[in-house]
């Protein structure tokens, strides 16, 4: 917990750089506002008003955290449709709308991190998957994710493959390259003594797979998955822009930018931000975990 | 020697050359390399660096591929042998793997080998106890010093059936009082397990004080230059390094070293 104090000193300086931005951002609206009714702003009156516009240019931070836990424990609790009232999540909630991208975020993940390990461990057992996949993979990522995922989606539609799945393809794609970076090194982190020593046991390769390079590229295996999830809620996101999805981050932070709602869109942002260094400090703790069972405590 | 000089040699090589291409031209590692090695010797290989005595026992262990000549192993090639699982190897630096306990390493060949569960826990408590570290069984390689380290490389390559062991500097690294307290056990090793030990060192009374037989090598091209059977009887206190057998064995060691540089 000694990372605490920096952490929080950090923070505090990016709140009050945000707090003074605030003001010269808001101030047009709010000085037009006065003109128009023919009063004098005063410093202060001018301040609380930026402060507390319905649509600024820039959301003071404390109207993004009320935005935040209006739109989430508020309306849950006491929403006419949380659910407290009907029993199912509010479709206002960001509760309902992080669930319907960290679902889609997660599947992606999955079958990324998976695809990653079973393409890596193909590159390290054979020459020609070695020469073929890797320019393949590094040329997938080239494209911009804003231009393809539009296509896939649409394309998806077209032949009756809709919600969940298109979504989770595009995670898929951002996730599966850091994995299989990750991993190809990691495998082939042992030694040259390391795999003599195998050898003299005349182990095959499966053994070797299985006693030697998986267990070596552990290390090197959660710091890419950590990359994967990140990567991968940006997918979800990104996914849900080209087609007017009507639930997700994704759906919450166009319909914002769409009627100018922008402590909506923050909102959003933030909820993105949240979920995203969450399941970051997850696969964090699963590491130290393992490694600690593993006699490799970092 | 009480010997039977009779039986096959366990290992036997005739005129073998290894030569590495390099970037800078041939590395003629070995050159007509001759020697038998009977069953129950205990062999060692001394010489200066580079002079290929790591590289003679990776061609035993049929970890590399001589150029020329013929060499076998228990009367196979090397690589039978090493489906046979004929040999034990124990490399120059402690090599357990960072993420298994030491009773996990020393099972690793028995997991590999396909011995079942309750065979590899018997054996692994066996060796611990042959190598004096019953106890440290679920420590991690990180937790014991280097002589213990060494010690559980060993155990891991004397814990499956191979009658051959193959040491490669195993106690380069440590210093020397660790080092006579090995070399005493390795020797109460040997003795208790019959097996035919190939050892690389850099020490001459090492070297001495261990082996039936001291195989003396130069290097440019990588060579023998002697060979010298001991006449030290098999049990050997610590204190025979003083008796005139040793010193004159020791003198004779250096002589063959000595002559090898003079060639360069
Ligand atoms: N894999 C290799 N490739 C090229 N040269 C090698 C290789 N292994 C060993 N050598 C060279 O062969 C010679 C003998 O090496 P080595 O058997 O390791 O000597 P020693 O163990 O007696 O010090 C040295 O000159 C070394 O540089
Ligand atoms: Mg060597």
């Known amino acids: 917990m000694r990372n605490l104090?920096?952490?929080?000193?950090?923070?505090?300086?990016?709140?009050?750089i945000w707090y003074a931005a605030v003001i010269p951002m808001n101030q047009q609206w709010a000085q037009d506002q006065a003109r128009r009714a023919g009063?004098?702003?005063?410093?202060?009156?001018?301040?609380?008003?930026?402060?507390?516009?319905q649509r600024p240019r820039l959301p003071a931070p404390h109207q993004v955290a009320a935005e935040l836990w209006n739109s989430t424990v508020v309306e849950e609790l006491t929403g006419r449709r949380g659910i407290v009232n009907t029993g199912s999540l509010s479709n206002r909630s960001l509760v309902y709308h992080g669930w319907v991208t960290l679902s889609a975020t997660l599947l992606g993940f999955a079958i990324g991190s998976v695809l990653g390990i079973s393409l890596a461990i193909g590159i390290?057992?054979?020459?020609?998957?070695?020469?073929?996949?890797?320019?393949?993979?590094?040329?997938?990522?080239?494209?911009?994710?804003?231009?393809?995922?539009p296509m896939i989606i649409v394309v998806l539609n077209a032949v009756g493959i809709t919600g969940l799945v298109p979504k989770a393809i595009i995670s898929t794609y951002?996730?599966?390259?850091?994995?299989?970076?990750?991993?190809v090194k990691g495998l082939r982190a042992p030694d040259h003594m390391q795999l003599d020593l195998m050898k003299t046991y005349y182990a095959s390769g499966p053994q070797v797979l299985l006693k030697l390079r998986l267990p070596s590229s552990m290390p090197y295996l959660f710091t890419s998955l950590k990359v994967a999830i990140a990567a991968a809620l940006v997918g979800a996101i990104v996914a849900e822009l080209p087609t007017g999805a009507v639930a997700g981050l994704g759906a919450r932070l166009l319909s914002g930018s769409y009627y100018g709602q922008t402590v909506q869109i923050w909102s959003a942002l933030f909820a993105a931000a949240i979920l995203a260094a969450s399941m970051v400090a997850l696969i964090s703790i699963l590491q130290r975990v393992t490694l600690k069972r593993m006699g490799m405590a970092a | 020697m009480m010997k039977d000089s009779s039986a096959a040699p366990v290992i036997s090589a005739r005129d073998l050359s290894l030569t590495f291409q390099t970037g800078d031209g041939p590395v003629h590692a070995l050159k007509d390399v001759t020697l038998d090695i009977a069953k129950g010797e205990f062999v060692s290989f001394i010489g200066p660096s580079g002079c290929g005595k790591t590289t003679f026992l990776r061609v035993i262990a049929d970890l590399e591929h001589p150029?020329?000549?013929?060499?076998?192993v228990n009367g196979m090639s090397p690589d039978a042998a090493r489906r046979a699982r004929a040999y034990g190897y124990v490399f120059q630096a402690a090599d357990l793997y960072p993420w298994r306990t030491i009773a996990g390493n020393i099972k690793l060949p028995l997991e590999i080998m396909g011995y079942s569960a309750t065979e590899q826990n018997s054996r692994v408590e066996k060796v611990l106890e042959l190598v004096e570290l019953s106890g440290f069984a679920r420590k991690f390689p990180w937790q014991l010093s280097g002589g213990m380290q060494q010690r559980?490389?060993?155990?891991r390559a004397l814990a499956f059936d191979a009658d051959i062991l193959l040491m490669d500097e195993p106690f380069g690294a440590l210093d020397e009082i660790v080092r006579d307290r090995l070399n005493e056990q390795l020797l109460e090793l040997w003795a208790r397990t019959e097996k035919t030990i190939g050892f690389v060192t850099h020490s001459i009374?090492?070297?001495?004080?261990?082996?039936?037989?001291?195989?003396?090598?130069?290097?440019?091209?990588?060579?023998?230059?002697?060979?010298?059977?001991?006449?030290?009887?098999?049990?050997?206190?610590?204190?025979?390094?003083?008796s005139p057998e040793f010193i004159a064995i020791a003198h004779r060691v250096r002589d063959g070293l000595r002559a090898g540089h003079l060639d360069d």
């Open chain 1, 5 to 16: 104090v920096p952490v929080l000193a950090v923070s505090a300086a990016l709140i009050a």
């Open chain 1, 39 to 53: 009063q004098d702003l005063s410093f202060i009156a001018l301040v609380t008003d930026t402060m507390s516009q």
């Open chain 1, 124 to 149: 390290v057992h054979n020459r020609a998957m070695d020469a073929s996949i890797m320019p393949w993979a590094i040329a997938s990522q080239t494209i911009p994710i804003l231009a393809i995922a």
């Open chain 1, 174 to 183: 951002l996730s599966f390259f850091p994995v299989v970076v990750g991993m």
């Open chain 2, 67 to 72: 150029t020329s000549g013929s060499i076998t």
């Open chain 2, 152 to 155: 559980a490389s060993i155990a």
């Open chain 2, 205 to 242: 009374p090492e070297a001495v004080y261990l082996s039936t037989k001291i195989v003396v090598m130069s290097p440019r091209p990588g060579r023998i230059t002697d060979i010298i059977d001991s006449p030290l009887p098999r049990i050997r206190p610590l204190d025979i390094r003083d």
